[in-house]
Nanobody
Framework: QVQLVESGGGLVQAGGSLRLSCAASGRTFSSYVTGWFRQAPGKEREFVAVINWNGGNTYYAATVEGRFTISRDNAKNTVYLQMNNLKPEDTAVYYC?????????????????WGQGTQVTVSS
């Protein structure tokens, strides 16, 4: 069993930065693919970024590539999402999720464990 807790959200002006953290419990987390997703009001939850078990591979949604960076520290059982040059359209609840698999995936239904989410609000 893996439990995920996100933190680091908040209110920031356009062009600013935030770093989200996803702290995990469970010994097996370090072997899981971990992703970040977001859900804006009235919209479906969407993929943002994913990282493989050892941090050697990452993949991003086109809307965030070049601005966001996903990373992980398995010694701390934590995955991060560094968000730079934030835009108002990045406003959403951000969720981390873990999948017990080796290959990265962008599909929500392939993630078994989810955090409760953290709010990110970007003002113009």
């Amino acid at each position: 069993q893996v439990q995920l807790v996100e933190s680091g959200g908040g209110l920031v002006q356009a062009g600013g930065s935030l770093r989200l953290s996803c702290a995990a419990s469970g010994r097996t987390f370090s072997s899981y693919v971990t992703g970040w997703f977001r859900q804006a009001p009235g919209k479906e939850r969407e993929f943002v970024a994913v990282i493989n078990w050892n941090g050697g591979n990452t993949y991003y949604a086109a809307t965030v590539e070049g601005r966001f960076t996903i990373s992980r520290d398995n010694a701390k059982n934590t995955v991060y999402l560094q968000m730079n040059n934030l835009k108002p359209e990045d406003t959403a609840v951000y969720y981390c999720a873990a999948a017990p698999r080796l290959r990265m995936t962008t599909r929500l239904d392939e993630y078994r464990y989810w955090g409760q989410g953290t709010q990110v609000t970007v003002s113009s």
